[in-house]
T-cell receptor, first 117, second 117 residues
Framework: EAGVAQSPRYKIIEKRQSVAFWCNPISGHATLYWYQQILGQGPKLLIQ????????DSQLPKDRFSAERLKGVDSTLKIQPAKLEDSAVYLCASSPRAYPGTKDTQYFGPGTRLTVL | AQKITQTQPGMFVQEKEAVTLDCTYD???????LFWYKQPSSGEMIFLIY??????QNATEGRYSLNFQKARKSANLVISASQLGDSAMYFC??????????????FGTGTKLQVIP
């Protein structure tokens, strides 16, 4: 089965520009996550979708970040305008069930490495 | 308080030797899950092993085992017979039920393991 797909893999932009990332989860997976991983740190959850509804966006900087999940499948994460501190790897992950149990692991995509100059 | 604490920023191990990576956690939820992930320099997050809070036995997956000490709230990863390909970042993560009733995953800051030939 195909894994979680993300694009682009790399992106370099200047501060105050806009950028969008795309994620296609594993087919049939109900839960989708976006994480931000700054160099040398662990992933930080930005937003979690169950089907096409948001269940947690408490750490999403809503003044500049937005995300949507189209028809409960693909998702896009947008940053507008970008700041220097947004330089990070953005990881998308998915889980099979709409309400993952404690043992349900996440399947991660390859990530998008964003550099803001 | 930190939910997940990994106190070893970096570790070295000789090839073919065993190594233990430390992880302590903090939760008041009686039902939770603990995960270890490997992140090579290529960036993808690879699931290694899972331990449930109610599991009576320590989890094992090939060369990976989890030393689960519930009373001490520790979930250390043991890698036996280290290989050069084990050189990577290792993240401990915990899944618990959030106040909103959905499962939430928190990652530690990671340990960089380097295997020496």
């Amino acid at each position: 089965e195909a894994g979680v797909a993300q694009s682009p893999r790399y992106k370099i932009i200047e501060k105050r520009q806009s950028v969008a990332f795309w994620c296609n989860p594993i087919s049939g997976h109900a839960t989708l996550y976006w994480y931000q991983q700054i160099l040398g740190q662990g992933p930080k959850l930005l937003i979690q979708f169950q089907n096409n509804g948001v269940v947690d966006d408490s750490q999403l900087p809503k003044d500049r970040f937005s995300a949507e999940r189209l028809k409960g499948v693909d998702s896009t994460l947008k940053i507008q305008p970008a700041k220097l501190e947004d330089s990070a790897v953005y990881l998308c992950a998915s889980s099979p069930r709409a309400y993952p149990g404690t043992k349900d692991t996440q399947y991660f995509g390859p990530g998008t490495r964003l550099t803001v100059l | 308080a930190q939910k997940i604490t990994q106190t070893q920023p970096g570790m070295f191990v000789q090839e073919k030797e065993a190594v233990t990576l430390d992880c302590t956690y903090d939760t008041s939820d009686p039902s939770y899950g603990l995960f270890w992930y490997k992140q090579p320099s290529s960036g993808e997050m690879i699931f290694l092993i899972y331990q449930g809070s109610y599991d009576q036995q320590n989890a094992t997956e090939g060369r990976y085992s989890l030393n689960f000490q519930k009373a001490r709230k520790s979930a250390n990863l043991v890698i036996s017979a280290s290989q050069l390909g084990d050189s990577a970042m290792y993240f401990c993560a915990m899944r618990e039920v959030s106040s909103g009733g959905y499962q939430k995953v928190t990652f530690g800051t990671g340990t960089k393991l380097q295997v020496i030939p």
